[in-house]
């Protein structure tokens, strides 16, 4: 069974960093293609950025509003992968989820960014 | 405003057929697989159809995915009051960045 779990939410004050970490398991961890989607309190779901496999060159993509501000990477000896989010601001708040590229789901972290 | 666009909420009674469209663009929907997800209440989003109109093991058939050129569809029937959830549509922003763009949701009740 796979299971995907998320951990590293908190409360972060405006410009400051938090780091994300997905522990999954129950599949072959180094071929998937792994992203993290947010959801803003009472909103919909928003594609954060994506990491793809090794074999298909480790190479990330990241939606336009956290380009340069997040890092995605992964550590296929760990099973892990982790979102670094630094100079934070307000509307990074939401529940963070680690998904196998969208199709099996954490049960999400919450990060709230405020002063 | 999303890339994919949802109607913001549906309605049926219980045994009901209802369907959920999502409307994109040649560049998204119109080159790509439709991914619909079901998100209960306090709950992470769980998927429901993958690849268009694909349902993964443990979906019941009464969930299933349509696509006709920049638009897809959700269609369930039998409706029943568990099915009261909001459901989201997605699809690869493009085929070349292969970003993946949302709907906005559409909160469906079962009268």
């Known amino acids: 069974e796979v299971q995907l779990v998320e951990s590293g939410g908190g409360l972060v004050k405006p410009g400051g960093s938090l780091r994300l970490s997905c522990a999954a398991s129950?599949?072959?961890?180094?071929?998937?293609?792994m992203s993290w989607v947010r959801q803003a309190p009472g909103k919909g779901l928003e594609w954060v950025g994506r990491i793809r496999s090794k074999t298909d060159g480790g190479t990330t993509d990241y939606a336009a509003p956290v380009k340069g501000r997040f890092t995605i990477s992964r550590d296929d000896s760990k099973n892990t992968m982790s979102l670094q989010m630094n100079s934070l601001k307000t509307e990074d708040t939401a529940v963070y989820y680690c998904?196998?590229?969208?199709?099996?789901w954490g049960q999400g972290t919450l990060v709230t960014v405020s002063s | 405003q999303s890339v994919l666009t949802q109607p913001p909420s549906a309605s049926g009674t219980p045994g009901q057929r209802v369907t959920i469209s999502c409307s994109g663009s040649?560049?998204?929907?119109?080159?790509?697989?439709v991914y619909w997800y079901q998100q209960l209440p306090g709950t992470a989003p769980k998927l429901l159809i993958y690849?268009?109109?694909q349902r993964p093991s443990g979906v019941p058939d009464r969930f299933s995915g349509s696509k006709s050129g920049t638009s897809a569809s959700l269609a369930i029937s039998g409706l029943r009051s568990e099915d009261e959830a909001d459901y989201y549509c997605?699809?690869?922003?493009?085929?070349?960045?292969?970003?993946?763009?949302f709907g906005g949701g559409t909160k469906l009740t079962v009268l």
């Open positions: 998904t196998t590229d969208l199709i099996n």
């Open positions: 997605a699809a690869w922003g493009d085929s070349l960045s292969g970003n993946w763009v």
């Open positions: 040649r560049s998204n929907i119109g080159s790509n697989n």
């Open positions: 690849r268009t109109n």
């Open positions: 129950g599949f072959t961890f180094s071929n998937a293609w």
